[in-house]
């Protein structure tokens, strides 16, 4: 045996004075062998580890099919008032799934582009400062939160408090006479319409940027 | 290779209130009250065990360490943090006999465990008031670690260990407070995913894993409890496991107020 067996290029373990060396073995078969074991431990971790991670993030690119409903007759919406209606947001929750939307028809002081799915106004009650709800009040013509103060004029438009930009409003379409209501869509300060993002994600500016909208939600093609 | 030889250490001393008295002459002779034979069988036990496992080494190694002078009360909040843990553990184990994560029955079953199971309110009382307790601990030995220098080389990564314990506590907080899903758990929780959504870029993804979703869903609250009761519990536990042992390994700190005591042979000599 060498001096020091770090030195000797043998491709025996014995010659090196490995710890464990064996009559034969080759420094070749223990790298292999380290490697082989490695790699099944890293095999079998991902077998778990992979679906338990892809199990917990696949409900953000889950394709949502919102159903149209119907929230009534055509006359019974005013242009000048909101008129209160209770949707459901998601099925099958009880109360947690269900939502107030504020609904009028569209009238003279509208300032976005009137197309078919804004004759009548639909207005989310989710305040875009952090997502409490909001109250119309009839008095002042505002739209007041009751958590920080937020306040929204006639439109939704931002007038004070800490909300980024305008509430968010839901499609809506006559069929016959009555009213239907589709999916969410958010908008900016010149209420012009985005795929929906979640409340406190600017849209003005780079704020559209900064806050990808989801590829599972979208707000209707060609809107 | 020749075969390492380590010195053998010898084991701690026992505090002296733990040394058994040693018999005196002519007591017993064979025939012992059935206490000491009750006596006897526990240290047959604990014997058999030790023989086995080695473990009363490691007992003795965590238990009786050396601390520097002027160790004070201060010292024991790392410790009373460790304790509401156990009891948030505990209690936190005997509601979910009863609670039920499901939208529509969450808020029936603790409305079940606060009125009609005995002693329900108690439980619950000790889950609720007790997380706020261990969140004040936290921040207490938080403090006594920062203004005692107590983080300084070589007990750095402990403090980080410690930080990273600290955001676990808060996000056993989040994630509980939806869990008896009335209006202040429900509100509170839209406004907390929603302020982890004001993230740019990563926001929008970190709001949607959280709510399984765009919208609060139906899996929603289940994703809570499972996060609340499962996930965080397990790795908080591991952690206070690699905290204390580097407790132990590097031994506490003196307060900052003493000043190190030097032997008079290795002192400089007075100009």
């Not at chain 1, 993030?57 to 007759?73: C, L, R, S």
């Not at chain 2, 403090?143 to 403090?159: C, D, H, I, S, V």
């Not at chain 2, 499972?226 to 397990?234: C, D, K, N, R, S």
Request: aromatic residues 12%; proline residues 9%; hydrophobic residues 40%.
């Amino acid at each position: 045996m060498p001096k020091d067996p770090r030195q000797t290029k043998s491709k025996y373990t014995a010659d090196r004075g490995m710890p464990g060396a064996f009559e034969g073995e080759t420094v070749t078969r223990r790298r292999f062998m380290t490697g082989v074991t490695h790699g099944a431990g890293a095999v079998a971790a991902g077998a778990f580890a992979l679906p338990a991670i892809g199990f917990a993030i696949g409900p953000i690119f889950e394709k949502h099919n919102v159903q149209w409903q119907d929230i009534g007759a055509t006359d019974e919406f005013p242009t000048d008032t909101y008129v209160p209606k209770t949707i459901t947001i998601v099925e099958g929750i009880g109360e947690a799934g269900r939502s107030t939307v504020y609904v009028r028809a569209r009238g003279p002081q509208d300032t976005d582009k009137p197309d078919q799915y804004n004759k009548f106004i639909a207005i989310s009650t989710r305040c875009m400062h952090l997502g409490c709800p909001v109250a119309y009040r009839q008095a002042a013509q505002r739209f007041i939160c009751p958590c920080h103060g937020g306040v929204y004029d006639f439109q939704g438009v931002v007038t004070g408090g800490p909300p980024v930009r305008p509430l968010d409003r839901f499609y809506t379409q006559v069929r016959g006479k009555r009213v239907w209501l589709g999916p969410r869509f958010s908008v900016n300060r010149e209420l012009r319409r985005f795929s929906p993002r979640d409340p406190g994600e600017a849209l003005d500016g780079v704020g559209q940027y900064l806050y990808p909208s989801r590829p599972s939600v979208r707000k209707l093609p060609g809107t | 290779m020749p075969k390492l030889k380590l010195p053998r250490l010898p084991a701690p001393p026992l505090p002296p209130g733990m040394t058994p008295p040693p018999p005196r002459p002519g007591e017993g002779n064979g025939q012992g009250s059935p206490l000491d034979a009750a006596r006897e069988a526990g240290t047959t036990v604990v014997g058999w065990v030790d023989e086995r496992t080695s473990l009363s080494g490691g007992a003795r190694w965590m238990m009786f360490r050396k601390v520097p002078k002027g160790t004070n009360w201060f010292y024991t909040l790392g410790s009373a943090t460790m304790f509401a843990f156990l009891s948030q553990a505990m209690t936190g184990v005997f509601l979910a006999m009863y609670y039920d994560p499901s939208p529509t029955h969450a808020y029936e079953s603790a409305r079940y465990i606060t009125n009609d199971a005995f002693l329900g309110e108690f439980v619950r009382g000790m889950h609720k008031w007790g997380s706020t307790v261990m969140v004040i601990l936290v921040f207490l030995h938080m403090a006594r670690t920062f203004f005692f220098g107590a983080y300084k080389y070589p007990r750095e990564l402990n403090w980080i260990i410690g930080v990273v314990l600290l955001i676990l506590t808060m996000v056993m907080s989040f994630t509980g407070y939806l869990l008896p899903f009335d209006q202040r758990s429900y509100w509170a929780t839209i406004v907390g995913v929603n302020i982890n959504g004001t993230g740019p870029l990563v926001g929008p993804y970190l709001s949607d894993f959280l709510r399984a979703g765009p919208e609060f869903g139906a899996t929603t609250l289940s994703r809570f409890y499972a996060i609340h009761m499962m996930l965080v519990p397990g790795l908080i536990a591991a952690l206070i496991g690699a905290h204390l042992y580097l407790v132990a390994k590097l031994g506490t700190t003196a307060p900052p107020w003493l000043k190190a005591e030097v032997e008079p042979e290795y002192r400089e000599e007075q100009a």
